[in-house]
């Protein structure tokens, strides 16, 4: 069974960093598109960033460049995206999703599998 897990959310003051984790099984991650998505709280889900079975990364939302980041561990089956210097306004459930195809498709074709998403809460 094709699942994705995402992990590492919390509670974090504006400036922070924080990494979140997103564990692939039932699949080999490398092979797949993975973007992050995220949901603040009233707001339709956004896209924030992908990266491709290649490893090329296409930033969704050109406002996060510079701040969000992502890799992608093959060996952990795992991608990952770091956050820095984060804003409250960067408060959301964070989603992974994977498609076969590439990071454009995914994006306005939709994506094959989601997780269920981790919390981010900045705030003093």
């Known amino acids: 069974q094709l699942q994705l897990v995402e992990s590492g959310g919390g509670l974090v003051q504006p400036g922070g960093s924080l990494r979140l984790s997103c564990a692939a099984s039932?699949?080999?991650?490398?092979?797949?598109?993975i973007a992050w998505y995220r949901q603040a709280p009233g707001k339709e889900r956004a896209g924030v960033l992908c990266?491709?079975?290649?490893?090329?990364?296409?930033n969704y939302a050109d406002s996060l460049k510079g701040r969000f980041t992502s890799s992608r561990d093959n060996a952990k089956n795992t991608m990952y995206l770091q956050m820095n210097s984060l804003k409250p306004e960067d408060t959301a459930v964070y989603y992974c999703?994977?498609?076969?195809?590439?990071?454009?498709?995914?994006?306005?074709?939709?994506?094959?599998?989601w997780g269920k998403g981790t919390l981010v809460t900045v705030s003093s």
């Open positions: 039932g699949f080999t991650l490398e092979n797949y598109s």
């Open positions: 999703a994977a498609t076969s195809s590439n990071c454009l498709r995914g994006y306005y074709g939709g994506f094959d599998y």
């Open positions: 990266i491709s079975s290649s490893g090329s990364i296409t």
